[in-house]
């Protein structure tokens, strides 16, 4: 078979750098696809956490996390509330599933950055239409053009963390200075979400689903607050401005 002989001498002419990145990818296809059949299964990313295998768990949260960076209908956030949910219930430990949230994170900002970098023709149509939407185009507005806000900042608001990621990716920003403070961003947010699940856990512990929407519901109103406070200042030294002699 041509077709098999060619791709054979192809694969061993490869450097083993290669050939292990190569590895590498499949094995991240592979556990995407896996990942994607249970989603739609399931259809949530409780379902992921399974305290009986904590290796197990711990590793739902990596993946989907990091998919929902590439791809926002997996339950990346969810599924890290329901982790420490569980934590706060003696049921898991927290600190891995602190690491693995900030490692999926900074893993997804990264897997993004580069396909938007490496297939910005097909990437930048969906970009666009992200950004029409009216919430997200606000925060963009309020954070203005600063790569270190839109990339630290922009985790928190719903839809956001694909359009600052795929738009660094598009961008001239080296991967270097995108990757710094993706990390920065990827571990706050993650110390930030399973901290504000587990105490809410605690104090909900009979009620396991309540404490993943009470943590959610939280995030969202604190952010509104945040948003909305900036857009008042803004408008005030705008007023100034134009008041001013």
């Not at 590793?59 to 996390?65: M, N, P, W």
């Not at 396909?115 to 954070?143: F, G, H, K, T, W």
């Not at 203005?144 to 928190?156: E, K, N």
């Not at 956001?160 to 710094?180: K, P, Q, W």
Request: proline fraction near 4%; charged fraction near 15%; hydrophobic fraction near 50%.
């Amino acid at each position: 078979m041509p077709l098999l002989h060619a791709a054979t001498v192809r694969w061993r002419s490869l450097s083993w750098r290669r050939k292990a990145a190569f590895a590498a990818g499949a094995l991240a296809v592979l556990v995407c696809c896996v990942a994607a059949v249970q989603y739609m299964a399931t259809g949530d990313g409780i379902t992921f956490i399974d305290p009986s295998h904590p290796g197990r768990s711990y590793l739902a949260v990596f993946v989907l996390v990091a998919l929902d960076a590439v791809i926002p209908i997996f339950p990346g956030e969810t599924t890290l509330n329901a982790a420490s949910t569980a934590a706060a219930q003696g049921r898991l430990e927290l600190w891995p599933i602190v690491v693995m949230g900030a490692l999926g994170a900074i893993a997804g900002d990264s897997a993004l950055f580069w396909l938007a970098r490496r297939y910005s023709r097909r990437i930048e149509p969906q970009v666009d239409r992200a950004r029409a939407n009216a919430n997200v185009r606000q925060a963009l507005d309020l954070m203005d053009s600063s790569a270190p806000a839109l990339i630290v900042g922009g985790r928190y608001v719903p839809g956001m963390r694909f359009v600052v990621n795929a738009t660094m990716g598009l961008s001239r920003i080296a991967y270097r200075r995108f990757l710094l403070w993706s990390v920065l961003s990827g571990v706050l947010w993650s110390v930030y979400t399973c901290a504000m699940a587990y105490w809410i856990g605690l104090s909900l512990g009979e009620y396991p689903l309540a404490s993943v929407v009470v943590s959610g519901l939280v995030t969202t109103v604190a952010l509104a607050i945040v948003f909305l406070s900036m857009r008042r200042h803004r408008r005030t030294l705008a007023t100034r401005g134009r008041t001013a002699p």
